[in-house]
T-cell receptor, first 113, second 111 residues
């Protein structure tokens, strides 16, 4: 089955801890994205990557880091510098065509202990 | 700052009626427009996209685009309780790779 997978479904972070959210796609999509969604809010872009070994900051990159070592994988690390990390994190991907849209994984819900 | 505006709702519609969802955008140069549906606790799923002025129909869904007035609408005919969700409008901005998102309209279909 082709698709986007995210793990874990739920993640608990302790104060001062870095945590990494996984995102994998087997759709052969070039671009991948990380969004944050807070309750009752829209999507805010954290980082995106158009090709392997390259990525750009979105609107709310502070306190987050990413890597893109493989086309299929785009992990997001929530660092201890992110003081309010509780949110729903969504990974998406798309092909490089100008009219192609983004498709989403199932999401990871991050909670602070 | 490019923006996409949606009424947050909730919009309450009786079962079987037409639900009308609206979205306005600030960038007159926008070319591509998307509607996503998001059930509570789930990720968004694409339901419609439209690039040209006018109407585009897909089953019970119709997207309407008016570039002169800078709005895009989604009509849902014969609304069902399963249509109850938050509907997100997204617009492709300057970059081929980024979408600008509205905050979403919560739709409630009452049996």
């Amino acid at each position: 089955d082709g698709g986007i997978t995210q793990s874990p479904k739920y993640l608990f972070r302790k104060e001062g801890q870095n945590v990494t959210l996984s995102c994998e796609q087997n759709l052969n999509h070039d671009a991948m994205y990380w969004y944050r969604q807070d309750p009752g809010q829209g999507l805010r872009l954290i980082y995106y990557s158009q090709i392997v070994n390259d990525f750009q900051k979105g609107d709310i990159a502070e306190g987050y880091s990413v890597s893109r070592e493989k086309k299929e994988s785009f992990p997001l690390t929530v660092t201890s510098a992110q003081k309010n990390p509780t949110a729903f994190y969504l990974c998406a991907s798309k092909t490089s065509g100008s009219r192609e849209t983004q498709y989403f994984g199932p999401g990871t819900r991050l909670l602070v202990l | 700052q490019k923006e996409v505006e949606q009424n947050s709702g909730p919009l309450s519609v009786p079962e079987g009626a037409i639900a009308s969802l609206n979205c306005t955008y600030s960038d007159r140069g926008s070319q591509s427009f998307f509607w996503y549906r998001q059930y509570s606790g789930k990720s968004p799923e694409l339901i419609m996209f439209i690039y040209s002025n006018g109407d585009k129909e897909d089953g019970r869904f119709t997207a309407q685009l008016n570039k002169a007035s800078q709005y895009v609408s989604l009509l849902i005919r014969d609304s069902q309780p399963s249509d109850s969700a938050t509907y997100l409008c997204a617009v492709r901005g300057d970059s081929n790779y980024q979408l600008i998102w509205g905050a979403g309209t919560k739709l409630i279909i009452k049996p």
